[in-house]
């Protein structure tokens, strides 16, 4: 019987399958896309002025969470006993962080520990309601600017894919629910100290 050789046959059968025996296709796989940009929440502002309660951008925390700061600017005369007002924050695309308030060392600077009451308004998520006040008939104080001059602070989250315009409205004091108050029992308002909204939020 006549053997018959193979030896041949399968080197050039692996000579093909090592040189893509497929002939002329291409072989690469699919393109994956890069992924988007990563978007950076920012935030900027304006110095307060004298008797004037302004939101300044704090510290930037996370790419989407800043820390806000509630800030007063000059007022000399020691007539101060606290704070009411609403912050309006677009629930479009902003969120409070819960439990995030903090008060600031305005109305503690001597000792006095101040009484704390913040949250947002039931059935409404985009109101955050603030009372920060001085107790137990504690005297009044001024402004010491660049020291004793921040009311509290908190912390705002940007949420996922938020759009802002150019301009301050997604985060806002309810001028019409805001007033400095003086430090008599009944903390009357203080018509010279006044609330402005002048800060800027972005994601780019």
């Not at 053997?3 to 090592?18: E, H, T």
């Not at 004037?52 to 820390?67: N, P, Y």
């Not at 806000?68 to 600017?73: E, Q």
Request: with cysteine; net charge negative.
């Amino acid at each position: 019987m006549r053997r018959v050789s193979r030896g041949p046959a399968v080197l050039m059968c692996a000579a093909l399958i090592g040189c893509g025996g497929k002939g002329g296709e291409g072989g690469g796989g699919p393109v994956v896309p890069p992924p988007p940009p990563t978007l950076t929440f920012k935030c900027s502002d304006s110095p307060q002025q004298p008797d004037q309660v302004v939101l300044r951008c704090g510290v930037r925390l996370t790419e989407d969470v800043w820390q806000i700061d509630v800030m007063i600017g000059a007022h000399p005369t020691s007539d101060i006993g606290g704070f009411a007002f609403d912050v309006l924050i677009d629930p479009m695309v902003l969120k409070y962080v819960p439990g995030s308030a903090v008060s600031g060392s305005m109305l503690f600077q001597d000792g006095e520990v101040p009484l704390l009451s913040v949250d947002t308004a039931p059935g409404d998520p985009g109101r955050l309601v603030v009372g920060i006040y001085r107790t137990g008939g504690a005297p009044g104080i001024a402004v010491v600017p660049g020291t004793f001059d921040r009311i509290m602070a908190f912390k705002v989250q940007a949420l996922p894919g938020a759009q802002f315009d150019p301009d301050p409205s997604h985060l806002r004091f309810d001028k019409t629910r805001s007033e400095a108050l003086d430090s008599s029992i009944q903390h009357q308002p203080i018509p010279s100290i006044t609330f402005s909204d002048q800060i800027l939020l972005s994601n780019q």
